[in-house]
């Protein structure tokens, strides 16, 4: 069974910075289309931060272009969200997903991250 397992995130002040972490296990990297990074901030819907492909390729929601950075690492399966000039609205609850077999896609189980202003 696929299983994302996050760690990261935290409280801390506007203009700080936080990584979050991601690793898919039980599933070949090859397998993976691709990693996503999803945010959901309280009395609102989860919404589409940033994805990387499996070629490398990354793109980004508006609110945090140039200020997130998204990578992976294939050999440990591990996707990143580094996340620099954080605002009090970035505050959420972070998820990551993986889309695999072209169809199946699979949620890591959610991380606070608090900016304080």
């Known amino acids: 069974q696929v299983q994302l397992v996050q760690s990261g995130g935290g409280l801390v002040q506007a203009g700080g910075s936080l990584r979050l972490s991601c690793t898919a296990s039980?599933?070949?990297?090859?397998?993976?289309?691709?990693m996503a990074w999803y945010r959901q901030a309280p009395g609102k819907q989860r919404e589409w931060v940033t994805t990387i492909t499996n070629g490398g390729s990354t793109n980004y929601a508006d609110s945090v272009k140039g200020r997130f950075t998204i990578s992976r690492d294939n050999a440990q399966n591990t996707v990143y969200l580094q996340m620099n000039s954080l605002k009090p609205e970035d505050t959420a609850v972070y998820y990551c997903?993986?889309?695999?077999?072209?169809?199946?896609?699979?949620w890591g189980q959610g991380t606070q991250v608090t900016v304080s202003s």
């Open positions: 997903k993986v889309r695999a077999f072209g169809i199946q896609e699979y």
């Open positions: 039980n599933i070949f990297v090859s397998a993976i289309n691709h």
